[in-house]
């Protein structure tokens, strides 16, 4: 590799580093600053503070990985033509397509990181960052689905339940429905269902076996017995997608879809968005470098402040697809790529012009 690429590999890697260790600190600030109350009203223990930072850390750097490598391309390629270093090296006969070539090279370093961060590293402190958030400075009602919960749980089972506690494992207007090749066989219903131990309790409960020439109803005041769910089945987590390695991430949409689940589509934005997230990591380069490669008068404060816009208008557009993907039709892979896609369009157009 030759000096240019040393030389420019060294500052994208270096500026990235420092704008991670400037911003992130300032999060975890601002963040305790907002949540002392509440961890001194609760009594936290010190270390589960101290690991909530930790997982914060983590969370906070994989949810704004692209803004912040975006700001620091601008900041040190500013600084470059500000100092007239890219004249020169283009005046010395390199080509800009050759002067791009480190910074593709620190963008797939970079990439590498940011896939490994969000396939392996994310999903663990997320769980961490959320358990806390929920367990001391939330309600775990805000987490589950507690109103009209309607499941397919496996191939022949359906289930209802008009209202769930999550705290006391308890719901009303319990039914389960049984199909064999499409056909009722057999449906259990009860005014409540409590969850002990290993069994469901049910009180009140019926169940009517579909034959042939006639039912047959079985009732009993309260019965405890075993049903074909877990608990924590009936009603998963809203953040449980992000606490999930990608494998398992897998396994757990094929499973909510069998059973029915409203939340496929915040799921798959969970999903798509791993992989998502290394490829912005070579858009924003690319448009960074074809913003800030000329001088301008203004100085680093004009691409500063025209990078910031982008950040913003990319934010914006990441987070509106996002939510419609979540909570409607809206195919969640179309939501999560979009603002790559017009982004990359971007891109492309901004270093047809930086190239002129």
């Given at each position: 590799?030759?000096?240019?690429?040393?030389?420019?590999?060294?500052?994208?890697?270096?500026?990235?580093?420092?704008?991670?260790?400037?911003?992130?600190?300032?999060?975890?600030?601002?963040?305790?600053?907002?949540?002392?109350?509440?961890?001194?009203?609760?009594?936290?223990?010190?270390?589960?503070?101290?690991?909530?930072?930790?997982?914060?850390?983590?969370?906070?750097?994989?949810?704004?990985?692209?803004?912040?490598?975006?700001?620091?391309?601008?900041?040190?390629?500013?600084?470059?033509?500000?100092?007239?270093?890219?004249?020169?090296?283009?005046?010395?006969?390199?080509?800009?397509?050759?002067?791009?070539?480190?910074?593709?090279?620190?963008?797939?370093?970079?990439?590498?990181?940011?896939?490994?961060?969000?396939?392996?590293?994310?999903?663990?402190?997320?769980?961490?960052?959320?358990?806390?958030?929920?367990?001391?400075?939330?309600?775990?009602?805000?987490?589950?689905?507690?109103?009209?919960?309607?499941?397919?749980?496996?191939?022949?089972?359906?289930?209802?339940?008009?209202?769930?506690?999550?705290?006391?494992?308890?719901?009303?207007?319990?039914?389960?429905?049984?199909?064999?090749?499409?056909?009722?066989?057999?449906?259990?219903?009860?005014?409540?269902?409590?969850?002990?131990?290993t069994t469901y309790r049910l009180v009140n409960y019926i169940k009517r076996t579909v034959g042939?020439?006639?039912?047959?109803?079985?009732?009993?005041?309260?019965?405890?017995?075993?049903?074909?769910?877990?608990?924590?089945?009936?009603?998963?987590?809203?953040?449980?997608?992000?606490?999930?390695?990608?494998?398992?991430?897998?396994?757990?949409?094929?499973?909510?879809?069998?059973?029915?689940?409203?939340?496929?589509?915040r799921y798959e934005v969970v999903k798509y968005k791993k992989w998502s997230l290394p490829v912005?990591?070579?858009?924003?380069?690319?448009?960074?470098?074809?913003?800030?490669?000329?001088?301008?008068?203004?100085?680093?404060?004009?691409?500063?402040?025209?990078?910031?816009?982008?950040?913003?208008?990319?934010?914006?557009?990441d987070k509106v697809f996002g939510v419609m993907a979540e909570q409607s039709d809206f195919s969640?892979?179309?939501?999560?790529?979009?603002?790559?896609?017009?982004?990359?369009?971007?891109?492309?157009?901004?270093?047809?012009?930086?190239?002129?």
């Amino acid at each position: 590799m030759k000096i240019l690429d040393w030389y420019i590999l060294k500052r994208y890697l270096f500026t990235f580093l420092m704008m991670l260790l400037l911003f992130i600190p300032i999060g975890i600030t601002v963040n305790l600053a907002e949540k002392i109350g509440k961890i001194l009203e609760k009594e936290v223990p010190f270390h589960a503070v101290a690991q909530y930072y930790l997982d914060f850390t983590i969370y906070f750097a994989n949810l704004l990985f692209p803004i912040f490598l975006f700001l620091s391309v601008i900041w040190f390629t500013s600084k470059l033509a500000n100092n007239t270093e890219i004249v020169a090296f283009l005046s010395s006969g390199v080509s800009f397509s050759r002067f791009l070539r480190p910074y593709l090279i620190g963008a797939t370093i970079v990439s590498a990181f940011a896939l490994v961060l969000g396939l392996y590293l994310a999903p663990k402190a997320s769980k961490g960052f959320n358990t806390f958030k929920y367990k001391y400075l939330k309600s775990s009602k805000d987490i589950v689905q507690t109103h009209n919960i309607y499941r397919q749980i496996n191939d022949n089972d359906f289930i209802y339940v008009s209202s769930f506690d999550p705290k006391s494992k308890r719901g009303n207007n319990f039914t389960l429905e049984h199909f064999e090749d499409n056909v009722l066989k057999y449906k259990i219903s009860a005014n409540s269902i409590t969850y002990k131990d290993t069994t469901y309790r049910l009180v009140n409960y019926i169940k009517r076996t579909v034959g042939k020439h006639e039912d047959i109803i079985e009732t009993v005041r309260r019965k405890d017995t075993l049903l074909p769910f877990d608990v924590d089945d009936l009603t998963p987590v809203e953040y449980i997608a992000e606490t999930l390695q990608y494998g398992e991430l897998n396994r757990f949409i094929e499973k909510e879809k069998q059973r029915g689940s409203s939340n496929i589509g915040r799921y798959e934005v969970v999903k798509y968005k791993k992989w998502s997230l290394p490829v912005s990591v070579f858009i924003l380069t690319i448009i960074a470098v074809a913003v800030s490669s000329v001088k301008r008068r203004g100085g680093m404060g004009v691409n500063l402040a025209f990078g910031i816009t982008i950040a913003m208008v990319y934010v914006f557009f990441d987070k509106v697809f996002g939510v419609m993907a979540e909570q409607s039709d809206f195919s969640p892979i179309i939501a999560v790529w979009f603002p790559n896609l017009l982004f990359g369009i971007l891109a492309g157009y901004l270093l047809y012009n930086a190239k002129r």
